[in-house]
């Protein structure tokens, strides 16, 4: 964050959804900068729309209010330089680890695809599996397999929806210290929704935290501590019960 | 022979539960074969009880069989009946794959050509018997026509449902790699529906081998089920019958077992897991 350049900014976005006749609003009037290279956890109960506002940042809903624009340009569908990662699983069961991995490279010529999807599965860690097939997979490995689709194709934005939410606690831990060890090596912008307030306090360089439905922003908490966080330390619980008032969750253990 | 064929069954029926409550080779080979024995010590007390030659035994029937397979009617009759099978089933399998990727994928496609799809599938492709005579004629034509219409709409149904149960973050991940037109369907919508297209494929060669069986009975001369009625009209010979009715069921086993042999690829193993 040496330079403040806006990447990624919501302009007053308004969505709701109908339900047997009863609108249902989920977001209401949400404003938010997001800096090139920064890494930004939406934090947020489930049902708040943080999941919604970041499917209208990667194109795949509309709002109805309001715009999303990445480098000044409106966002009207999704793009193949801002890549999803999804929680269930976004790989192809059908297709092996390099293909996968390929699948945003595939109008790059023969060498190039080959050296970059080398690379990237090196990067996740995954070199040895090129011809495994998901369903071989643990679950770790197929969200290895999924960021390293997304990093193939050089990104500048990540959506990540929850994305290590299907795993057990401690591949959870090992895969947040790999992600930031990835991010670090090529500062893609990331958006990542979770619910966990652990989990944003170790990855985020700043937190959002949205309000329950419809959601708004509850409060923005900057995260100054360096990787990897010590989370025993005075900061890291300071910064943990600032998450949960503004969840307004007020008996924290 | 009857109360010796008596002593058997229960020896065999003893032999058959004990077998049952053993190790993985007793549940697999032993049982099932047990069952086997059993069915044919049954069919044989039956059969010397109320001895006539409409009813033949196991070992009339097997003598039977060795007459067809000795002479040139199993190679013909079977070559018949696996021609217009096999043509009626690829036809259908290259129109009807396309079609249901294509109106799956559509919303207006499937809105369009559902109603008319959903109300020709319960009309049984026999009761288009007479039709397909006058349209093609005694012979391989109307045939393969039938089994064309009776394969079609399983293939059809089976690869739209499988299109339209395509999940959401594939559809999303190939929309987010920029993926559409033929690109789209060749590396997502087809895989993504293969394992089911497959399944699909199996029923309607099932169906395909049920209805040639019964289109020859009715309206052909030749083929397995032609050979059944012949063998009925031409001196009552029922074991002959009998031993056709085995072949008949020989055969579709193979031609499951030909379509089974599709799941096991890599690129479609997935979709049999956790089902």
Known sequence: MSQHETKVLFEGISKSFKKRDEELQVLDSIDLAVAEGEFVCLLGPSGCGKSTLLNIAGGFERPDQGRVTIDGDEVDGPNARRVFVFQEYGIFPWASVWDNVCLGLRKLPKAEQARIAQATIELVGLEGFEKAYPMELSGGMKQRVEVARALAVAPDVIFMDEPFGALDSLTRLTMRAELIRIWKASKPTILFVTHDVDESIQLADRVVVLSGRPGTIADIVPIELSHPRDQSGPEYGAIKRRLFDALGVTEVA | MSPLALAGVLVLSLAAIAYLARGRVGRVVLAPTAVLVLVLAVWQLATSYYASNTNPSPMQTASALWEIVASDQLWRHSAASLFRVTWGFVLAALTGIPLGLWVGWNMRGFEAL????????????????????????????????????????????????????????????????????????????????LPQIITSLRIALGVAW???????????????????????????????????MLLIGAIGIVLDYLVRKLETFDEVRWGYVNR
């Open chain 2, 114 to 193: 559902n109603p008319l799809i959903q109300g020709l599938r319960p009309i049984s492709p026999i009761a288009w018997i007479p039709f397909a005579i006058l349209w093609f004629g005694i012979g391989d034509g109307a045939g393969v026509f039938l089994i064309f219409y009776a394969s079609f709409f399983p293939i059809t149904v089976g690869t739209m449902a499988a299109v339209r149960n395509i999940s959401l973050v594939h559809q999303r991940s190939a929309q987010n790699f920029g993926l559409h037109g033929l690109e789209l369907f060749r590396r997502v919508v087809f895989p993504a529906a």
């Open chain 2, 210 to 244: 049920l209805v040639i069986v019964a289109a020859e009975m009715v309206g052909m001369d030749s083929g397995l089920g032609y050979l059944i009625n012949d063998a009925r009209n031409m001196g009552k010979r029922y074991d002959l019958v009998a031993a056709t």
